[in-house]
């Protein structure tokens, strides 16, 4: 059981998200940094779709009233693991009581009953995840744990977390073993560098690219972009440049009856509505869309747009699908691989 | 940001007047036309079939329904319940079957590859990759319908839903507006728009969001200048040449003509604890009745 003491901004119960429904106009939802979540849930052991908390910004606190085994992933919001009182039997090794012990992103470690893990925060932006061994129990709804906030259903009681919310976490026995190494019997665990976001976003050229100049779309590619601060779990508003759609009839075709009509969206649609300001979709985004699309995000790279700051400057890199669908078998073999390393092969041999 | 009314025009002026979509020097590589609709890649996890450069009609949009139930039936019978852990059949990893207006997609699991579809020993395992895979399904399915089409094709018996809607008042501040608008009275307003049985197009934009077809043109009222903050879960608007009513609270900027209230007799738009969650499906007649 885990007591919110401070529940940050829009902290949410998400796991990989759901799939099924999207023709009754239910979007996909789940963790935006997802390669975070698998990370995370792959260091304590759990199938990489379990449910953990998605943090949007500091402070966060959470009282752990049980002993767990957790893993923080994605930015760095300057996690402490504190000793709230005293701590019982043969750990004094940790230290002090009230004493702080910093953990990393990509990095798993123990919880005592009754220690307090606090999250500060990053000035700017991007979002911690944080796993629990046994994942978070929460009953799925359309085959998800994942909160769709703007819908209001799914996660925790369809919302947000709120101070005072109180979460059980399920019983790990039924998980595979992990492997320990000696020194954290009581400590701190292992950990595996995450992955950090380059200045570049792939993404294959849209399908509406007649929509654009030849001049537009150059500077699609060749611009420099900025998330906007409105930004949300729905989509990102990007600032740069502003690009002209316009007719294609002007580009010299041939015009006809047909229009552009709405068809399905997904995550990492990038779309530019009237004002010229593109707006990538992002998990909680609408199924079904109208406006010109000058890209598509590969998905293997979406969740750098979740952990861009709003500093941060990007581009946009072409690409094609056969580099698409391998950059996603590369991620994938980066969680096998730290799975095979946290897995204790040996006991599972022996039963 | 907030997804604006602006986005579920199929009207929208800013973009009529394109060409058929397989004029795209862009798209030549990665398109491909079939009896009159031509399929693209939306992404590495989605393929689309576009039959609007056929005819952008409601005679095209049920075949779009025909189509989704074929490739439901032949690639993922098992029926969707809520809690349902997983719906997808073992071997094929389609996760989802979308209609728009006039197009379908199917978004699907870009790693993959169907057991009974593994490359043998030195085959090009190019040929292979789910998007080519799901490309060509697509296409078989569009083609044997369209097959099947030259027979005698028995008209679906559709499912007519009547919603109660409290017309006027503080319920649609904006009916005086339209009424301005179409130079009729607010009485006139009100059953013009319940003269007329709408068919569902497809679902989108919001849960439950019914793209529908059939607003009397009279009726027709350019959006709110400025949309409003919130308009109020149930409202009935018209935006454009468009009428549709919202299952949640959201700010839009079509002018609100009533609102649907649901009691016990009548389920709210979107709520999951009905089986399904949305009380409109692709397909279904719509019939909007006055209530005071």
């Known amino acids: 059981m885990i007591s919110i003491i401070k ?163 399920k019983n790990p026995a039924q ?95 990038v779309q530019v509505p009237a004002d010229g300001q593109p707006i990538v979709l992002l998990a909680d985004g609408q199924t079904t869309g109208g406006y010109p699309k000058i890209a598509q995000v590969i998905q293997a790279d979406l969740w750098r747009l979740a952990q861009f700051s709003h500093t941060a400057m990007f581009r946009f890199v072409p690409c094609s699908e056969q580099e698409a669908i391998a950059a996603l078998k590369q991620q994938q073999h980066h969680i096998y691989r730290l799975q095979r390393a946290v897995a204790d092969v040996d006991k599972r041999k022996r039963q | 940001m907030q997804p604006d009314s602006n986005d579920i025009a199929l009207d929208s002026p800013k973009l009529v007047d394109s060409p058929e979509l397989v004029d795209g020097p862009e798209l030549i590589d990665n398109s491909d036309l079939i009896d009159g609709a031509e399929v693209f890649t939306l992404s590495e996890t989605a393929v689309v079939i576009d039959a609007s450069s056929d005819s952008a009609n409601l005679g095209t949009q049920e075949k779009i329904w025909q189509l989704a139930s074929a490739i439901r039936s032949a690639y993922q019978p098992v029926s969707q319940h809520a809690g349902l852990l997983d719906t997808r059949l073992p071997d094929s990893g389609l996760l989802d079957i979308v209609p728009g207006m006039y197009n379908l997609t199917l978004i699907f699991d870009p790693l993959f590859t169907p057991r009974s579809l593994k490359p043998q020993t030195g085959a090009d395992s190019t040929q292979l990759s789910p998007i080519t895979v799901w490309t060509k399904r697509l296409k078989q399915c569009w ?86 903050q919130r308009v109020d879960a149930g409202s009935v608007a018209i935006g454009g040449s468009q009428t549709g009513i919202y299952p949640l609270a959201s700010p839009g900027g079509w002018q609100i003509i009533g609102r649907y209230l649901p009691t016990d007799k009548h389920q709210a738009l979107f709520d999951i604890q009905q089986n399904p969650a949305s009380l409109l499906q692709a397909s279904d007649r719509l019939r909007f009745v006055r209530h005071d």
């Open chain 1, 175 to 269: 998980l595979p073993a992990l492997k320990f190494a000696q020194h954290e019997q009581h400590n701190i665990d292992i950990g595996t560098r995450p992955l950090l976001p380059e200045h570049t976003v792939r993404a294959l050229p849209g399908n509406n690219m007649h929509y654009f100049s030849a001049a537009e779309q150059n500077r699609f590619w060749q611009s420099d972009w900025q998330i906007s601060s409105s930004r949300n779990r729905m989509a990102c508003r990007l600032k740069g440049c502003t690009l002209a759609s316009q007719p294609a009839t002007k580009l010299g075709q041939q015009s006809s009856a047909s229009k552009l009509y709405s068809h399905a969206v997904i995550p990492g649609t």
């Open chain 2, 143 to 228: 083609r044997d319908l369209n097959r099947s089409q030259t027979e005698a094709q028995q008209p679906a018996t559709a499912k007519v839903i009547e919603l109660p809607i409290c017309y006027g008042g503080e319920y649609g501040p904006d009916l005086n507006a339209v009424a301005e608008h179409s130079g009729l009275s607010p009485e006139q307003v009100i059953n013009a728009h319940c003269a007329v049985d709408y068919t569902v197009c497809f679902i989108g934009f919001q849960p439950g969001f019914a793209y529908l077809h059939g607003l009397n043109p009279l009726l027709s009222t350019p959006r709110k200048a400025t949309p409003r």
């Open chain 1, 7 to 169: 529940a940050g901004i829009q902290t949410s119960v998400q796991d990989l998200g759901r799939s099924g429904y999207r023709h009754m106009g239910v979007c996909q939802s789940g963790a935006l940094d997802s390669e975070a979540l698998k990370l995370a849930n792959s260091l304590v052991g759990n199938p990489i779709n379990f449910a953990g908390l998605e943090i949007a910004g500091g402070p966060f606190e959470i009282a752990c009233q049980s002993d767990m085994l957790i893993a923080l992933s994605g930015a760095d919001f300057s996690a402490m693991l504190l000793n709230n009182k005293l701590l019982l039997g043969n750990n004094m090794s940790l230290g002090a009581n009230n004493s702080a012990q910093a953990i990393y992103p990509g990095w798993r470690c123990h919880v005592r009953a009754g220690q307090r893990l606090v999250l500060k925060g990053h000035a700017g932006g991007g979002r911690a995840y944080i796993a629990f061994r046994g994942g978070l129990d929460i009953d799925p709804v359309m085959g998800s744990c994942a909160t769709d906030i703007a819908t209001g259903f799914g996660g925790w009681q369809g919302r947000s977390l709120n101070n005072d919310d109180q979460l059980s976490i």
